[in-house]
């Protein structure tokens, strides 16, 4: 079998046993197409690489000023598509078992203040050519707030998972996997104006003869719904509006905002873990650390004898 053949393999079953995203599946491909590059530019494959070649790849990525984090991410691709090859006979051996990654920078993720979200939300309501894009718009934000959703889960929302103004959300995660976010009353009211907007769009839609969509944000595109870089591009001029910083506002400081706020507010770790699809609550932690520090910033720049 060709390098290409072991590729795709790998991702098939990726894709069959663990449910691996599109995006996932996307970036392994990418990692491995590399990898498999630079090992045909000297003379050799996946099938015959051995553990120097594997650790001069990474010395390679190094050189080329790669971060940690991008050459880390490329180990475990290696590392997974090596097991995979072992464990379905393609290979005797796993060249890759023994190698340690760079490891990883631990970042403090980006978060925001509530008064920061409330512009934002404000101006969602505000932002649209029409009613309908407002509500829709609202409807995005406060969901996205009020349950810290990834946003391809906020985007690829079925129809069928908000009818009869749910109290609960049902969101499908990565790997398929599935859990109920409570709603905020904001979040409840706005989902009910955009449900009724929406239902009446589809209702004309109907009498015009045109196909309706299953999904909770529906677009003409390909994918059926509103799609990631949309939101993202919202999600900016919104910013914009609500006079937020832009480089401060992405879908995914939302998320890290609705955990850093309902943990500072007295939620336990185990429910936020469970409120965000997160396998382990060790991922979870990590907002422990940003409230401290918003904490220090707070002493710092309001405690008396904090000041010069």
Same mark, same amino acid.
């Given at each position: ?29 990418? $990692?491995?197409? $590399? ?167 589809? $209702? ?105």
């Amino acid at each position: 079998m060709s390098d290409r053949h072991w590729i795709a393999a790998f991702l098939d079953a990726q894709a069959a046993e663990r449910g691996a995203a599109t995006n996932t599946q996307l970036a392994y491909a990418r $990692d491995l197409a $590399d990898f498999t590059d630079w090992l045909a530019q000297r003379g050799t494959s996946l099938n015959t690489a051995q553990k120097p070649d594997v650790e001069g790849y990474l010395i390679y990525c190094d050189a080329q000023g790669l971060a940690k984090s991008t050459r880390a991410r490329r180990l475990s691709a290696i590392k997974q598509l090596y097991r995979f090859c072992f464990e379905e006979g393609f290979r005797e051996d796993n060249p890759a078992v023994q190698i340690s990654g760079p490891g990883r920078d631990k970042r403090l993720p980006k978060t925001l203040s509530t008064e920061e979200v409330d512009r934002l939300l404000n101006a969602a309501a505000a932002h649209g050519r029409n009613p309908a894009e407002r509500e829709r718009n609202t409807c995005l934000m406060q969901l996205l707030y009020a349950t810290g959703m990834r946003v391809t889960e906020l985007v690829s929302l079925p129809l069928s998972s908000a009818k009869g103004d749910p109290r609960m959300l049902l969101i499908r995660g990565k790997g398929g996997k599935e859990r109920m976010v409570p709603l905020s009353p904001p979040a409840r009211a706005a989902l009910r104006d955009w449900l009724k907007t929406r239902e009446t769009m589809e $209702d004309a839609a109907r009498a015009e003869g045109k196909p309706t969509s299953t999904f909770l944000f529906p677009s003409r595109g390909k994918a059926g719904h509103l799609t990631r870089h949309a939101f993202y591009v919202l999600i900016k001029d919104l910013a914009v509006e609500g006079g937020v910083s832009p480089s401060k506002v992405t879908p995914h400081t939302l998320r890290h905002a609705f955990a850093t706020h309902l943990l500072a507010n007295g939620a336990d770790l185990r429910s936020i873990q469970t409120f965000l699809g997160h396998a382990d609550v060790s991922t979870t932690e990590i907002y422990t650390h940003v409230l401290e520090e918003r904490l220090k910033e707070l002493v710092l720049d309001h405690h008396p004898l904090a000041r010069d």
